[in-house]
C-alpha cells in the first residue's frame, strides 16, 4: 500500500516545481531573445546573400558573355589560322613554282649573257670592219668629189682660157689695131680673169675655212662694196635700202656672200630686169632679203640649193651658196630661201661673240 506525502512534502514540491518552472521560462525567454537576435542575423544574411547571389549572378552573366565572345573569336581565329594554313600551303607551292621559274631563268640568262658576249664579238668584229670599209668610203667619196671638183674647176677655166687665148691670137694678127678695139678686147680680158679668180675662190673657200676677223661695220658700205666688185649690166636695175645699220662681222665675207648673191640674181634675170635688197632692224638682228624678177626657183630644186657641189648653170663650181651658208652660219645667222619670186633672206647677229664657233649640222 503506498504511502500518502504530507502536506509539508506537498509544499516542498510545489515549491521546487515553481522555482523550476521559473527557470525554465527564464530559459525559455533567453532562448528567444537568443533565437530572435539569431533570427535577425540570419535575415541580414540572408539579405546579404541575396544581395552577393544577385552580384555573382550579374558577374556569371558578364562572363558567360564574355566566354560567348571568347568562344566567337576563337572560332574565328580557328577559320583565320585555317585560311593561314591554306595561305601557306598556297605560298609554298608558289614560293616551288618560282623557285622553278628563277632557275629557269637564270638558265635562260646565262644563255643571254653568252650570245650577248658572242654579239658582242662579233659587233666590235663588224664595228671595226664598217670603220675600215667607211674610212675607205669617206676616202673614195673624198676623191670622188676632189675628182669632180677638178673636172668642174677645168671645165669652168677652159672657157675663160679660151677667151684669152683667142683674143691673144687676135691682138697678135692685128698689131695695129684700133684703141676702141683694143680696149674692147682688154674688156674681155679683164672679164675672163675675173671669172677665173672667181671659180678659183669659191673652191679655196670652200676647202679652206678661215677665221672672222670681227669689226663694227656699217651694213650698207658693205653692200656698196659687193656691188661695186661686180660687174653690173647696164639693163640691170639694183635698189638698196636707205637706213644703215651697224653689226659686228668680217666685212670682207659678208661681202663675198653679197656678191655671190647679187650674182646669182643677174644670172637670174638674163642681165636685165630688178635686184631689190631689203635690210629690216631686228633689235638683237638684222634681216637682208634679195630679190629678183626672175623666173624663181623651181620647187624641186629648192631642198638642194645650197648643197656642195650642186648647180643648175652650164658653169660654175656649185660651190657659190654653199660657202655663203657657211660664212652665214660662222657668224651665228641662218639663210633661207624661198619662191616664186625668189627671195633669199638672211639673218645675222648684230653683236657676234669674238669667238663664235659654227654649231654641227
Avoid at 628563277?102 to 646565262?110: A, F, G, N
Wanted: net charge neutral; glycine share 4%.
Amino acid at each position: 500500500m503506498t504511502q500518502q506525502p504530507t502536506a509539508s512534502e506537498k509544499k516542498s514540491l510545489v515549491e521546487d516545481l515553481g522555482a523550476l518552472t521559473g527557470r525554465a521560462f527564464k530559459e525559455l525567454d533567453a532562448t528567444k531573445t537568443e533565437l530572435q537576435e539569431k533570427e535577425k542575423l540570419l535575415n541580414q544574411l540572408a539579405s546579404e546573400s541575396m544581395e552577393k547571389i544577385k552580384e555573382l549572378s550579374k558577374i556569371n552573366h558578364d562572363l558567360q558573355d564574355k566566354v560567348g565572345f571568347l568562344l566567337d573569336m576563337s572560332a574565328s581565329m580557328n577559320k583565320k589560322n585555317d585560311e593561314l594554313v591554306k595561305s601557306n600551303h598556297e605560298l609554298e607551292q608558289q614560293k616551288f613554282h618560282y623557285n622553278k621559274m628563277t632557275m629557269e631563268l637564270k638558265e635562260k640568262l646565262d644563255r643571254v649573257l653568252s650570245k650577248e658576249k658572242e654579239l658582242s664579238m662579233q659587233r666590235d668584229f663588224l664595228a671595226k670592219q664598217v670603220d675600215e670599209k667607211t674610212q675607205d668610203l669617206i676616202k673614195a667619196a673624198k676623191f670622188t668629189v676632189i675628182g669632180e671638183l677638178a673636172a668642174r674647176l677645168a671645165h669652168d677655166l677652159r672657157n675663160p682660157l679660151s677667151i684669152i687665148k683667142n683674143t691673144m691670137d687676135i691682138m697678135r694678127i692685128k698689131p695695129n689695131m684700133r684703141v676702141e678695139e683694143r680696149l674692147q678686147h682688154f674688156t674681155r680680158f679683164d672679164r675672163a680673169v675675173q671669172r677665173m679668180a672667181h671659180q678659183i675662190d669659191d673652191v679655196l673657200n670652200f676647202v679652206k675655212r678661215s677665221d672672222l676677223i670681227l669689226q663694227s661695220t656699217s651694213i650698207l658700205t658693205v653692200l656698196d662694196s659687193a656691188i661695186a666688185g661686180v660687174m653690173v649690166p647696164s639693163d640691170v636695175d639694183i635698189s638698196k635700202p636707205n637706213s644703215d645699220i651697224q653689226i659686228n662681222c668680217d666685212s670682207r665675207k659678208l661681202e663675198a656672200v653679197f656678191s655671190n648673191l647679187i650674182i646669182n640674181s643677174i644670172q637670174a634675170i638674163n642681165d636685165k630686169g630688178k635686184i631689190k635688197i631689203r635690210v629690216v632692224d631686228l633689235e638683237s638682228s638684222i634681216q637682208l632679203e634679195f630679190e629678183d624678177t626672175g623666173p624663181g626657183i623651181s620647187a624641186d630644186i629648192l631642198p638642194k640649193i645650197f648643197d656642195p657641189l650642186f648647180t643648175t648653170k652650164q658653169t660654175g663650181t656649185g660651190l657659190g651658196l654653199s660657202i655663203c651658208k657657211s660664212i652665214v652660219e660662222q657668224h651665228g645667222g641662218t639663210i633661207s630661201v624661198r619662191s616664186t619670186p625668189a627671195i633669199f633672206t638672211i639673218r645675222l647677229p648684230k653683236n657676234i661673240p669674238q669667238k663664235y664657233e659654227i654649231p654641227n649640222s
